[in-house]
C-alpha cells in the first residue's frame, strides 16, 4: 500500500505556480521523498527527491517540512505540457532495504490557459 | 541518451493467447523493472532484476506471467494465457543500481478480448 495522501486533482493557471502537497506522516528517517509525473498515454517521469533538505533542480522545488511529514512540490511557472498525475512515493535509497516504488492514484494536475 | 525502448507499443490478444513484451533498457543499467498498470491506477511493480538475476518477483503471478533476462541487458515478459483482467500497460523501467532513480519506457497497451 502507498505510504503517502495526495489530492486528487488539482487546478492550476498557465503561467503561475503550482504547488502539489503530499502528505507522509509515517515516513521513516531512512525514507526519501520521491516524485515523479505521468503525462497520458506516456510512462512515468522522475522529477526530483529529497530527504530533509529543500531541493530545486530544473524541473521543480522540493519543499520538505522540519518534521518531514508532508513535502509540497512546486513548478514554478506551470505549462500547458505540465498537466499530469503527479506521484509523490517515500522509498529508502540506502541501508540494503526493499528499494521498490510503490505508487498510489497521485493528482491529476490540470493547467489551464 | 536513449531512453528505455519497449514493444510493441500496442497488442490486442484473445482470452487464452499469449502475448511477449520486450524492453531494452538505459545503456549501463543494472536494475531493470516491469510494472503493470490498469486504468485510473498507479504502476503497480510485477518484477525486479538486478543484472540478471530476480531480487523482487512478489507481485508476479507466476501461473500466467513469467519473465527474463538472460543476459543483464534486455528482457522480456510473457502472459500464458492471458485473461480478460491482464489488460493494462505494461511499462518497463530502468535504474543505474536499485537505489537510484526510475527511467521508464513508454509502454505496451494491452487490450485482451
Known amino acids: 500500500d502507498a505510504k503517502t495522501t495526495q489530492p486528487t486533482s488539482m487546478d492550476c493557471a498557465e503561467g503561475r505556480a503550482a504547488n502539489l502537497p503530499c502528505n507522509h506522516s509515517?515516513?521513516?528517517?531512512?525514507?526519501?521523498v520521491y516524485w515523479y509525473r505521468q503525462i497520458h498515454s506516456q510512462g512515468p517521469q522522475y522529477i526530483i527527491h529529497?530527504?530533509?533538505n529543500n531541493e530545486t533542480n530544473e524541473m521543480a522545488s522540493l519543499i520538505i517540512t522540519e518534521d518531514r511529514k508532508s513535502s509540497t512540490l512546486i513548478l514554478p511557472h506551470a505549462t500547458l505540457r505540465d498537466t499530469a498525475v503527479y506521484y509523490c512515493?517515500?522509498?529508502?535509497?540506502?541501508?540494503?532495504?526493499?528499494?521498490?516504488?510503490?505508487f498510489g492514484k497521485g493528482t491529476l494536475l490540470t493547467v489551464n490557459p | 541518451e536513449a531512453g528505455v525502448a519497449q514493444s510493441p507499443r500496442y497488442k490486442i490478444i484473445e482470452k487464452r493467447q499469449s502475448v511477449a513484451f520486450w524492453c531494452n533498457p538505459i545503456?549501463?543499467?543494472?536494475?531493470l523493472y516491469w510494472y503493470q498498470q490498469i486504468l485510473g491506477q498507479g504502476p503497480k511493480l510485477l518484477i525486479q532484476?538486478?543484472?540478471?538475476?530476480?531480487?523482487?518477483d512478489s507481485q508476479l503471478p507466476k501461473d500466467r506471467f513469467s519473465a527474463e533476462r538472460l543476459k543483464g541487458v534486455d528482457s522480456t515478459l510473457k502472459i500464458q494465457p492471458a485473461k480478460l483482467e491482464d489488460s493494462a500497460v505494461y511499462l518497463c523501467?530502468?535504474?543505474?543500481?536499485?537505489?537510484?532513480?526510475?527511467?521508464f519506457g513508454p509502454g505496451t497497451r494491452l487490450t485482451v478480448t
Open positions: 523501467a530502468s535504474s543505474l543500481q536499485a537505489n537510484y532513480e526510475q527511467y
Open positions: 509515517t515516513i521513516s528517517g531512512n525514507e526519501y
Open positions: 529529497g530527504l530533509k
Open positions: 512515493i517515500v522509498r529508502p535509497n540506502s541501508g540494503g532495504s526493499n528499494y521498490k516504488l510503490t
Open positions: 545503456s549501463g543499467h543494472a536494475t
Open positions: 532484476f538486478q543484472n540478471n538475476g530476480v531480487v523482487d
